[in-house]
């Protein structure tokens, strides 16, 4: 109910979930701060439904191959399911997969980076 999901809002599982799930390295404390700002009743209702299409892991397969326009998908260098996402240059038109530093949160573990292979993207460089 509301009480273990209160729990699971307390900045100690979030330093846990936050380490072990989304960074390569120990989450700083401005995330813990900024990603415990975003927690309480208000928004339970979207991190639910997330969770629940999350959780009937179904293949997007069909839909990847309707999309036309470019895409760029980002993977960190240490997420395990990396390997993973590379089905997706292939189902998907125009897509171009590129491996950033880090694990999750891209643009937190790895600013430069990631606006970098943005900015590649939106020119057309390849080499970014």
Known sequence: GSAAIALLERR???RFFSNRFLFEREADEAWL???????GPSLRPPVAAFNAGLLRARSFDDELRRV???TLVLSGAADQR???R???ARCMRGAELRTLP???VLPWEAPKET???IHAFIAGDETG
Request: with cysteine; hydrophobic share 40%.
């Open 12 to 14: 100690a599982f979030v």
């Open 33 to 39: 701060d900024q990603a415990c700002r975003l927690t």
């Open 68 to 70: 036309t326009q470019p």
């Open 82 to 84: 990396a390997a993973g």
């Open 86 to 88: 590379r089905p997706y």
């Open 102 to 104: 880090g694990l999750n």
């Open 115 to 117: 606006a970098s292979a």
